[in-house]
């Protein structure tokens, strides 16, 4: 054939690939440009998105479907919806409050693309009943988190500081508030449980909290757990700030807000004083921003007694000391709700204290507020070692991270004492069991779990492509229930004389997890480990068998095992180098599997 036959065929294919290519464009700017209004609210147009499930238009929960009007391509005004125009499109009504965020180039592509970028725009906060509660102009808006960014075309958790003081859905007046994206928690509830509990703990300075849909630049952008920030203010953590001080009079001995992270770069990058500590990695002073010589000096001086009082208090001695630095009480509730929701983070980040001004009558360290509890009660997307099955065990006060670092963290130093375990038991007995048992199976679930299920299902069905909200909700209260039920037992008062700690540690070079099981004395060791991975295949080209127990080194059936004091048991692996070429081979077929 002459090869002007075969530049004709390339002609008459490419013309078809142009020709498709451009009424998927279409078709997308078509989709781009309709959106909908409400008669007596034109200033908000909304776009629907498309899922697996089709097209979807959230409807805020004051909105009313007879009166939808309607503007594509087609028209330049608004016009009153006739929904057997777009038989596709499936209208779902909110049943919580409204966010609607405006940036100033109205996009959110700058934003997007890195977190640090920075934005001005305009927040207009509409509660379920229809009544505008805020309007206001975004002094600046910018990406927050570290797993909970995600980047371009993500669900993202954003900070956001207004013009003046604004009060946002029942939360305390304030400019800075936290839009928390919470994308893997497919519940949405995880957080909103411990910080109710925390709450209803009378955990010092609980930051508040409330449910919202978002909507940036008119796009349905999901459902959001907004808060106050975590901060020095009235609306935080309300305690004197030594930021206001003058230079000559600043206060030496407060207020301080502080956070223990146990990354190294992560705590030296975030603030200008990271204090490397015995327990927990880095003792982060997130206020004052610019602590003067005096303030480091005296807080590292209040901490090394802190750090050494507690050492003490871990083998069961000088319990007036560390009850005179630290607020013990605060200590107590912050530990039953890292213990009890079996937050992961526990001790390792997101672990805040504060401490205010010395007084005559008061000048202790405070362990509040608790943050960051989405890859709890056994989350199905968290790291977490067993995942359903680990909850007969104890792990905040196992006491060492889960990152291969053997860090201790303050956890574990308080946990192995009788008197703060006692505390804990007469605590959780008193106020945390009624409390989870409400939120969990009582009138207040009821009402949150309704009020949210609509909301989060299409969330899930906008990010996720189904809706996981029901079954994972049911998975969350049958863990929780198995969870209790263990704790029950753990912490009987007549029953934490008895227990002997047997420590175990599941560790090779990729993750290391240390668990607790407090047994009963004089009996065969009788628990149920949870599923872990016993072949395991590291990037550096090590594979880790399991092949046993053992105690100071020494192999151990744990079937005959026969408890008379604390144990720590440790898993053995046999280790095998995997030769170059194979592992060379097989990370670049990784890297290129990847890719595609």
Not at 317 to 327: A, E, K, Q, T
Not at 502 to 512: A, K
Not at 546 to 568: A, E, M, R, Y
Request: net charge neutral; with cysteine; hydrophobic share 35%.
């Amino acid at each position: 054939m002459e090869p002007s036959y075969y530049r004709k065929i390339l002609f008459t294919l490419t013309s078809v690939v142009i020709l498709l290519i451009g009424c998927t464009q279409q078709k997308e700017e078509i989709e781009e440009d309709v959106c909908f209004v409400q008669q007596n609210d034109t200033t908000h147009p909304i776009h629907p998105f498309n899922t697996a499930k089709g097209k979807i238009l959230m409807m805020p929960s004051y909105w009313e479907k007879d009166k939808l009007l309607i503007k594509d391509n087609h028209h330049s005004q608004y016009i009153t919806f006739d929904s057997t125009t777009m038989r596709d499109l499936h209208i779902v009504r909110s049943q919580i409050p409204t966010v609607y965020i405006q940036t100033e180039s109205g996009s959110m592509d700058y934003l997007e693309s890195a977190k640090t970028h920075e934005e001005r725009g305009i927040i207009t906060v509409w509660n379920e009943n229809g009544f505008m509660e805020c309007l206001d102009d975004i002094e600046s808006i910018h990406g927050r988190g570290n797993v909970s960014w995600g980047g371009t075309k993500k669900k993202n958790a954003y900070s956001i500081k207004t013009n003046k003081k604004v009060t946002i859905l029942g939360l305390k007046k304030a400019r800075k508030f936290n839009l928390i994206c919470q994308r893997y928690d497919y519940t949405g509830l995880r957080n909103w449980l411990a910080y109710s509990a925390a709450k209803r703990l009378c955990l010092p300075n609980q930051i508040n909290y409330c449910m919202s849909n978002v909507y940036f630049n008119g796009h349905y952008g999901g459902c959001y757990l907004i808060t106050n920030k975590v901060d020095i203010n009235k609306s935080g953590v309300n305690i004197h700030n030594s930021e206001k001080d003058d230079e000559r009079t600043k206060e030496v001995s407060g207020g301080f807000l502080m956070e223990i992270e146990g990354r190294k770069q992560k705590a030296l990058n975030e603030v200008s004083n990271a204090l490397p500590i015995q327990y927990g990695g880095y003792l982060m002073i997130k206020s004052p921003k610019h602590a003067s010589d005096e303030q480091i000096q005296y807080i590292q001086r209040l901490w090394g007694e802190m750090e050494d009082a507690l050492t003490s208090y871990s083998r069961g001695v000088d319990y007036g000391i560390l009850d005179s630095i630290i607020d013990l009480s605060s200590f107590v509730k912050n530990y039953l709700c890292q213990e009890v929701f079996m937050n992961i983070d526990a001790g390792a980040c997101s672990f805040f204290l504060y401490k205010d001004c010395d007084t005559p009558s008061y000048n202790k360290i405070v362990s509040a507020p608790i943050w960051d509890f989405d890859t709890s009660i056994s989350n199905p997307r968290s790291p977490m070692l067993g995942g359903k099955d680990l909850c007969e065990a104890i792990y905040a006060g196992a006491g060492v991270f889960p990152d291969g670092n053997r860090r201790n963290s303050i956890w574990g130093a308080l946990y192995k004492n009788h008197k703060f375990r006692q505390m804990v038991s007469e605590c959780y007995f008193t106020e945390m069991r009624p409390i989870v048992d409400e939120l969990i199976w009582g009138a207040t679930w009821d009402s949150i779990y309704s009020s949210i299920r609509t909301d989060m299902e299409i969330d899930n069905l906008r990010w996720c492509g189904e809706s996981y909200f029901v079954p994972e909700c049911k998975q969350m209260k049958q863990w929780m229930e198995k969870r209790l039920t263990y704790l029950d037992n753990v912490w009987r008062p007549d029953s934490i004389k008895e227990k002997y700690n047997v420590y175990f540690e599941i560790s090779h070079t990729m993750t290391t997890h240390f668990l607790l099981y407090p047994t009963t004395k004089g009996t065969i060791l009788d628990i149920q480990l949870p599923a872990f991975d016993k072949h395991v295949e590291d990037p550096k080209g090590y594979i880790y068998d399991f092949t046993g127990w053992s105690i100071d080194g020494n192999p151990v059936n744990l079937d005959t095992l026969h408890i008379q004091h604390n144990l720590h048991i440790k898993s053995e692996w046999k280790v095998t180098k995997v030769p170059k070429l194979i592992q060379y081979t097989k990370n670049w077929w990784q890297s290129k599997w990847r890719k595609n």
